[in-house]
């Protein structure tokens, strides 16, 4: 039995580093070892046993071998600026592939995104959680919840009164079509990951019954003009007790899902049928809408570009998307390859 050294305090058993990644208040712990793997048993008060870390040693580096499955945010998260992910984190996310870690992604956006833009993830990821927890994919299969009808009215009606603003409507259907006020822009269609021949114009005569509505200026998302103020307030009233709201991407941009879903409540459905302990998961994001997800697990990362709510949120800080920050969350701060 040792003395607890604190958290990222360097310690030596048999020539070699080991980390301990716990953010706890131990006070002692254990070092097992068997050929090339490390087994840290922590203990707290009166030597009860709390929890418990595992590496292994791959080219004379320890790595983590205690979080199990990975969850990540797109946009600002994985995603540059320019909305692509570099080479670098590209390599970083096959070699957690190839060590047995499970990724997902964590996205207000739908499965669109990942199937028909060019990212280079789709071959990578087990499924995800896709409009903000409205949408799950895992093994394939789908689950949806979704907003009532007569939230939708309202919301449309609201945002009628605003000319130049667009709305978009995830309907509730498999083959996850669209519905917008008005047509978007070539490039926007392309942003979107859809032809316009998939796109259809939003007909208030149907049922409006709806994964994720989206409202943003223009026939593609402005990303430097702010909604009203006004609309903003009397959207957050119609959702209060009927939807989940978030102003995201620095309010520009209005996400509007099923009520009591969230990244959060994806992520623990995922976690749960995984058979997998919150402990055993970590977690990535920069905006509102990775609150909730970001403030649940220990093994939170914000981007270096986040928000400052989600920065203080988050157990570890990384770089920005703009600087292959999850490659260096992965590599240094958890050290997971």
């Known amino acids: 039995m040792r003395k607890k050294q604190k958290a990222g305090v360097r310690t030596t058993e048999l020539s070699n580093a080991l980390y301990i990644h716990c953010g706890?208040?131990?006070?002692?712990?254990?070092?097992?070892t068997s050929k090339d793997t490390?087994?840290?048993l922590l203990f707290g008060s009166e030597h009860k046993l709390v929890g418990n870390l595992t590496f292994s040693k791959k080219n004379d580096i320890l790595v983590n071998m205690s979080i199990k499955a990975l969850f990540l945010d797109l946009d600002g998260t994985l995603l540059t600026s320019d909305k692509k992910v570099s080479t670098v984190t590209l390599s970083t996310l096959a070699k957690c592939k190839e060590c047995g870690i499970k990724l997902f992604v964590a996205t207000g956006r739908s499965p669109?995104?990942?199937?028909?833009l060019d990212w280079g993830i789709?071959?990578?990821?087990?499924?995800?959680?896709?409009c903000n927890g409205g949408?799950?994919?895992?093994?394939?299969?789908?689950?949806?919840?979704?907003?009532?009808?007569?939230?939708s009215r309202a919301i449309v009606e609201a945002v009628d009164k605003y000319e130049g603003l667009n709305i978009a409507l995830h309907l509730k259907s498999h083959d996850e079509k669209w519905a917008f006020r008005f047509p978007l822009s070539d490039f926007g269609y392309k942003m979107w990951g859809m032809p316009p021949s998939d796109a259809r114009i939003l007909d208030k005569n149907k049922n409006l019954e709806t994964v994720k509505i989206l409202i943003f200026n223009g026939g593609e998302m402005d990303?430097?003009?702010?909604?009203?103020?006004?609309?903003?307030?009397?959207?957050?009233?119609?959702?209060?007790?009927?939807?989940?709201?978030?102003?995201?991407?620095?309010?520009?941009?209005?996400?509007?899902?099923?009520?009591?879903?969230?990244?959060?409540?994806?992520?623990e459905r995922i976690r749960e049928r995984l058979g997998l302990e919150k402990d055993e998961v970590a977690v990535f994001g920069d905006d509102f809408n990775d609150?909730?997800?970001?403030?649940?697990?220990k093994h939170s990362v914000a981007m270096g570009n986040a928000e400052e709510a989600i920065k203080k949120a988050a157990t570890h800080i990384t770089l920005t998307s703009d600087e292959d920050g999850v490659h260096y969350a992965i590599a240094n701060i958890l050290k997971l390859i």
């Open 291 to 297: 609150f909730e997800m970001i403030s649940e697990y």
């Open 38 to 40: 490390y087994s840290v």
């Open 135 to 151: 949408q799950i994919m895992i093994n394939e299969k789908e689950t949806f919840a979704y907003i009532p009808d007569n939230v």
């Open 223 to 267: 990303w430097k003009k702010k909604i009203n103020e006004e609309l903003v307030t009397e959207l957050e009233a119609i959702c209060k007790n009927s939807a989940q709201f978030y102003l995201a991407e620095r309010g520009t941009v209005i996400s509007i899902g099923a009520k009591d879903t969230s990244k959060k409540t994806g992520v």
């Open 24 to 32: 706890l208040s131990l006070s002692t712990f254990c070092l097992l």
């Open 122 to 130: 789709s071959n990578l990821v087990d499924g995800g959680v896709f």
């Open 112 to 116: 669109r995104s990942i199937a028909n």
